[in-house]
């Protein structure tokens, strides 16, 4: 499996994390962190609401 994904990189390459948010009610929220801390924290880049017909993935 390590061979099939290494064929797939490239030269460039970024990422990023993503903490996934469940709240009681069944709503999601995907958050975007920063690559890499500022000032000790990471920072918060982006918040996506999880659509009903997405959230199965999860």
Known sequence: MF???KNLTTAGSSYA???LVTFEN???LLVRLSPE???GEYKIDD???VPDE???MF
């Open 3 to 5: 061979n099939e994904i």
């Open 37 to 39: 801390k500022v000032n």
């Open 17 to 19: 994390n993503y903490v």
């Open 26 to 28: 069944g709503e999601m």
């Open 47 to 49: 918040v996506i609401i």
């Open 54 to 56: 997405m959230k199965e």
